[in-house]
C-alpha cells in the first residue's frame, strides 16, 4: 500500500498547486488517514471498503 502521508509520493498536475507545499501537505494528511480493502466475494465480484475522512462534506 502506497503511503500517501508524505508529500514525495503525492504529485499535482497543476504547477501551481504541486508548488504550494502547504496545501500539498493538508491533502496528502487528509488522503493518508483514508483506509480501504478489497475483497471478491463467492460470485467473482471484487468489492472496495473504504472508511473516508471527515472533513468530506465540510462545503
Excluded at 514525495?8 to 498547486?17: A, C, G, H
Excluded at 478489497?38 to 460470485?43: A, E, I, S
Aim: hydrophobic share 30%.
Amino acid at each position: 500500500m502506497l503511503l500517501i502521508k508524505l508529500p514525495k509520493n503525492f504529485k499535482f498536475f497543476d504547477s501551481v498547486k504541486e508548488n504550494n507545499k502547504p496545501e500539498k501537505q493538508k491533502v496528502c494528511s487528509t488522503i493518508g488517514n483514508i483506509r480501504y480493502f478489497y475483497f471478491v466475494d463467492k460470485y467473482g465480484i471484487q468489492w472496495e471498503c473504504e472508511q473516508g475522512h471527515t472533513d468530506i462534506s465540510n462545503n
